[in-house]
Each structure stands twice: as C-alpha cells, then as structure tokens.
C-alpha cells in the first residue's frame, strides 16, 4: 500500500512538472498576445473567437470523454480485456468525431448570431473581426474532441507523460508563430497558428497509442452496450458540466457591458487575460492531481472497494489543501507584481496591469472551491452519477449571476471574478456535504486539526510575504530584474516559511514534501 502511494506521489509530482512547462509556456504565449494587442479590440474579438468552440466543446464532448468514456472503458479493461476496450473507444471517437463535424458546419454558418450571444455589448467593429476569427477556429471542436478521447485511453492505461505534455506542444506552435511570423501576418495569422496548435494536442498522442496497441479504425456501431452506458450516464453529466460554459457566457456577457474611457471592450480581455493566468497558476496542480486519480477513483469504483475510495478521496483532499490555502492568500499578495511581469510590455500598459491585477485578486478567493469541486466532481463521475454535479452547477449558476447584477455596478471587472469565485466555493459545499455523509472519515476531527495548522501557517507566511513585498518594491533597480524579484523572493520566502511552520506543527503533508525534495536532491547530487 506504502509502495502503491509512493508511486502516486511519484506520478503526480512528474505530471506537474510537465504540466507546469505547459503552463508555462501557455503564459508565455499570453504574455505575447498582451504585449502585441494589449486589451484593445483585436485582442477582445480574438479571445472570445478562441474560446466560444472551447465552449460548445464543453458544453457537449468534454463531460462524455471525462466522465462517461473513461470510467466505462475501464470498465471494460477491468472485464472484457484491452481488445474489447479499444473496439468500444474506436466506436466513441466516431460518434465524437460525426458530431463535432455538424457542430463545425453550423459554427461557421452561425457565426455572428452565436458571437452576439456571447458577447452582446461588443462594438460593431469588435463583433465584425470576432466573426472572422470564430469561422475559422470553429473546427478546434473536432480537434478536440479527437485529443481529448486519446487522453482518455492513455491515462486509462497509465500513461500520463503524453496527454500531459500535449499543451507544450500547442503553445510552442503559437510561440513560434509570434516570434517568426506575427509582424507579417497579424492576429488573422495567429488564428491559424492557433487551429496548428489544437491540432497538433491530437497528433502528438498517435504515437503512444500506437505502442500501447491501439489503432483505430472507423466504426459506427453505435448500438454497442458500452456506448448505451455512456450516453446514459452522458446525459445527465453533460447538463452538469454545462456549468463552467454558462458561467464563462455569463461574466463574459456582463464584462461586455463594462466601459472603461480610451479603452474599447478592454473588460473582455481583462477578464480574460486575468482568468487564464489565474488557470495556469491552479491548474498545474488542482489537474495534475485529478487526472492521475481519476482513473484510479473509476477502477476503485468498478471492483466496489468503497472504503478504499473513500481512504483516496480523503487523501487527496488533504494534499490539495496543503497546496492550494498558501497558494490561495499568496496569489493575493502578489496579483500586481504578477501581472506586471507577466504582461507589462509593449502595448499592454500600467492601467491594464491594475484592472487585471484586482480582477486576478478576486479570482484568487475561489482557488480552494475550484479545487475541491473539479475532485468532488470526479468523484461522482468515477461513481456513475451525475444528477448530483448537476444540481451543484445549478445552484453555482443562480449564484454566479446573482453576485455579477450585485457587484458589477461597484466593483465592475472585479465584482465578476468574485462573483466566479463565490461560485465555485459554494459549488464546492454542495458536493462535499453528501461525500462527507457517506464517508465519514473524509474529514475528520484529526484532519480539522491538521486543516487549522495550515491555516495558521499560512497567515503567518502572508505576513511574511507582504513585508518581504513591500522591501522589494524600494529597491533602486528598474525594468523586469525588479518585478521578477518582487514576485521571486517573496513567494520563496513564504514557502519556505510556510513549510517550516506546518513541520513544526507536525502537518503529515510537509513531511512527505520534505522526504520528497530530499529525494529529489539525491538523484541531482548522484
């Protein structure tokens, strides 16, 4: 069992290595469109171009491929052999890719009225180039849909380094494109670039199929029982992952409606650009962690070995916490200097620093329940139910739009990011509540104890980090040395004061992260 952990451990401390090069390179490529269009009207209609096929893929695929195929194609590996497993995946990624095909012909015909939808208070110029923009990346959908059933099948069968690194190469496709071509072409280029990129996250995975055995072949038998399961099980998940679209369409709707003077639809962008560094910063972890232990949670599942499962949620959460409460109240210190070294260059200006800056602050306040909630969530999946996510995304919309109409008018682009925010974490609740009940030692008193010293520690790092912040920022030196210090020394010294803190209080969690970094610096030393 020690062994079987280790190797987890392992596993996730590798996929969020690769997942941080991805990220990273995702914020580059973010720092090159704000440095190139800062958050005018080009960069507006390319964003919401970019995102609204992302969207509709949500909408309608990214709940079938992550919650439906994948605990069901274990289930099949479980029972009826790989064979059999890859027949039923050869069968959904011709289902996805007949649909994703009609759902690319009718974006490109409906283009406008769907970017009105989207974004009803976009200037006529703005709307005319998101049209443009929205035809050709609609067909991201297929490519989507096709990588993503891949990723399916790879992490099912334990392989985790591909699907991981497939955002590295997508974003060093785009990065390429600014470094050799962007003058040339613009941001019209840069939307092929984009459809290069997505396609290439398909591509890159054929060859690992290959070698795990895999081959697909087209095949339309849909009538298959395996397919009957995950269409059941697709519906009700599907609805409940429409949440996270619906929200998008929300804020990015009421940001339409914000104006600031000299800057046209710049509210889109900064929702935008705020949303994606605050993603990039989470995501390394709170996904790296989900998408090592779903497949685990789905098998757990299948072999009905509920107080193991129970043992894996419990553990994960606590891991997750661990991580994300200093990240959480650091990322609040630090928004400005963040977003002033990522972005601040070129066009992108102090005014844009500021506004992204306090809508990243607001977005920060809802890390914790965006964690919780995208494992909770999993959870239930792997469990085969998914009336439950769903109920939990209703009540995350009501919310969402009820605190964007309440803090919109006072807080513009910030109200929107609490209001995600408080979203996600009440979300988070309505999950946790029924798991709690079922398994009694998700959090216990024990584990409330452990959850109060990090907290503890984790104020005490804040303090520690504003100070150190606040130092920084009197130094006489100018340019990117400053703000890469400013933001470098106090996350360090916070971290490591918030590790000591949570030794001393005997938090299990940083013993296992000390043994880890000891073995780390072993194998550099050797």
């Given at each position: 069992m020690e062994k079987s952990a280790n190797s987890t451990v392992k596993t996730v401390g590798f996929m969020m290595m690769i997942t941080l090069i991805g990220k990273l390179l995702g914020l580059v490529r973010e720092q090159l469109?704000?440095?190139?269009?800062?958050?005018?009207?080009?960069?507006?209609?390319?964003?919401?171009?970019?995102?609204?096929?992302r969207t509709f893929f949500d909408a309608v695929f990214a709940s079938a491929i992550s919650a439906s195929f994948i605990p069901i194609f274990n289930e099949y590996l479980e029972k009826k052999g790989k064979q059999e497993a890859f027949r039923l995946s050869n069968i959904f990624i011709t289902m996805i890719g007949v649909v994703t095909c009609i759902m690319t012909v009718l974006g490109i015909v409906f283009a406008e009225p769907i970017t009105w939808l989207f974004a009803d208070g976009m200037t006529t110029y703005t709307a005319k180039i998101c049209v443009e923009f929205l035809r050709i990346l609609f067909p991201t959908v297929i490519f989507t849909g096709v990588a993503f059933s891949f990723v399916g099948i790879l992490q099912s069968l334990e392989e985790f380094t591909i699907p991981a690194a497939m955002s590295i190469v997508s974003n060093a496709v785009i990065i390429l494109y600014y470094i050799f071509l962007n003058d040339k072409f613009g941001i019209e280029g840069l939307t092929i670039a984009f459809l290069i990129g997505w396609a290439m996250q398909a591509m890159i995975q054929i060859p690992a199929l290959y070698k795990k055995g895999y081959r697909f072949h087209v095949d339309f038998h849909f009538k298959e029982e395996g397919m009957k399961k995950i269409v059941l099980l697709m519906l009700p998940v599907m609805i409940s992952t429409w949440i996270?679209?619906?929200?998008?369409?929300?804020?990015?709707?009421?940001?339409?409606?914000?104006?600031?003077?000299?800057?046209?639809?710049?509210?889109?962008?900064?929702?935008?650009?705020?949303?994606?560094?605050?993603?990039?910063?989470?995501?390394?972890?709170?996904?790296?962690?989900?998408?090592?232990?779903?497949?685990?949670?789905?098998?757990?599942?299948?072999?009905?070995?509920?107080?193991?499962?129970?043992?894996?949620?419990?553990?994960?959460?606590?891991?997750?916490?661990?991580?994300?409460?200093?990240?959480?109240?650091?990322?609040?210190?630090?928004?400005?200097?963040?977003?002033?070294?990522?972005?601040?260059?070129?066009?992108?200006?102090?005014?844009?620093?500021?506004?992204?800056?306090?809508?990243?602050?607001?977005?920060?306040?809802?890390?914790?329940?965006?964690g919780v909630q995208n494992i909770l969530s999993r959870v239930f999946y792997a469990k085969q139910d998914g009336k439950t996510p769903f109920y939990s995304g209703l009540v995350s919309i009501v919310v969402n739009v009820a605190f964007c109409f309440l803090l919109v008018d006072t807080m513009d682009v910030g109200g929107l990011a609490l209001a995600s925010s408080i979203s996600s974490v009440v979300s988070a609740i309505f999950l946790f509540i029924p798991l709690q009940k079922k398994y009694k030692n998700l959090i216990s008193k024990s584990h409330l104890v452990d959850l109060l010293k990090m907290i503890c520690s984790a104020v005490i790092m804040t303090v520690v980090a504003m100070i150190c912040k606040n130092s920084m920022l009197l130094l006489s030196v100018e340019g990117i040395i400053k703000n890469l210090i400013v933001v470098v020394l106090p996350a360090v010294a916070g971290g490591i004061c918030y590790m000591l803190i949570c030794y001393i209080l005997g938090v299990e969690e940083s013993k296992q992260a000390l043994q880890m970094a000891k073995g780390l610096l072993k194998k550099v030393v050797h």
């Open positions: 469109l704000a440095a190139n269009y800062s958050i005018g009207a080009e960069a507006a209609a390319f964003m919401t171009a970019s995102r609204i096929p996270q679209p619906i929200n998008f369409v929300i804020n990015t709707k009421f940001a339409s409606h914000i104006y600031f003077e000299n800057y046209t639809d710049a509210a889109i962008t900064i929702i935008d650009y705020s949303n994606t560094l605050y993603s990039i910063i989470v995501g390394v972890f709170v996904l790296s962690i989900a998408n090592v232990m779903f497949p685990k949670m789905a098998r757990l599942t299948t072999n009905h070995a509920e107080e193991d499962l129970g043992e894996t949620i419990s553990v994960t959460l606590r891991s997750m916490l661990f991580l994300l409460i200093p990240m959480m109240l650091g990322l609040m210190v630090l928004s400005e200097p963040i977003v002033k070294l990522m972005y601040e260059r070129g066009n992108f200006n102090s005014f844009a620093t500021q506004t992204t800056a306090r809508a990243l602050f607001y977005f920060s306040f809802g890390m914790i329940g965006f």
